[in-house]
């Protein structure tokens, strides 16, 4: 077996937990096999034999479920886990040792010959159903939340999470971290935080009233209900016929 095929059998072995032998690997993992038949299609597409690379391209895309265009320049050690939904660019460039899930898109958004799909580093992990568009440059280390929106480039060790996707985290990790799952949240942190402020800013106003002898407004009783207002309003009249 080549030194390629073989690289991408010990990579499914080591990313997948489902795999139990080389064998079942090479036999049952769609993600394997998009990626070879992608290899032959490239070749096939760098010698210029474009309508018999997009016919393997095509057979893949039935077989697998994933739609690797046969221009798209994909380093070693790609892995793909399930394979269902992936669709990656013509003009996408991926790294060595990265990772992706089932309905990840690297997608352009121009209909112009030119570098229009993303651009992503070397040890990279893609979450289940994320989207990454445009001529984009995602860097090394990367860690993209699953059902992420990128549209912008993303500096390297970093952790990006959201529609649009927001960086949440830096790091100066190396190594391929597939908990892609373990993200924070922004939203609920920021929720947190004008929680804590809120709540140190009315300590502060009870203290500064106290030292001031300043007599605090007394709050409604949650018991005591508003006026309903008059009948009318309650109760509309309704036009006769």
Do not use: W
């Amino acid at each position: 077996m080549p030194r390629p095929m073989k690289d991408d059998v010990k990579t499914v072995m080591e990313r997948d937990p489902a795999v139990k032998s080389p064998f079942e690997a090479s036999l049952l993992s769609p993600g394997l096999h998009a990626i070879r038949f992608y290899r032959i299609s490239h070749r096939l597409y760098e010698k210029g034999r474009f309508k018999t690379a997009r016919a393997v391209n095509y057979a893949s895309r039935v077989l697998t479920g994933a739609d690797i265009h046969p221009g798209a320049k994909i380093g070693r050690r790609f892995f793909i886990d399930h394979a269902t939904g992936v669709v990656i660019g013509e003009t996408s460039e991926i790294g060595d040792n990265v990772s992706i899930y089932q309905g990840v898109t690297l997608g352009g958004v121009s209909t112009e010959k030119k570098k229009r799909h993303p651009t992503i580093g070397n040890n990279v992990v893609i979450g289940a159903g994320a989207t990454i568009l445009g001529p984009v440059t995602v860097g090394d280390n990367v860690r993209v939340g699953a059902g992420s929106v990128v549209v912008k480039s993303v500096p390297p060790n970093s952790t990006v999470v959201g529609i649009p996707a927001k960086i949440v985290k830096r790091s100066g990790t190396t190594a391929i971290d597939l908990h892609h799952e373990e993200l924070p949240d922004p939203v609920v942190n920021a929720f947190v935080d004008l929680c804590h402020s809120l709540s140190e800013m009315e300590y502060r106003l009870e203290s500064i009233e106290s030292r001031l002898g300043i007599e605090a407004p007394r709050r409604i009783s949650p018991a005591k209900k508003p006026d309903d207002g008059p009948s009318e309003a309650r109760h509309p009249v309704e036009e006769n016929d």
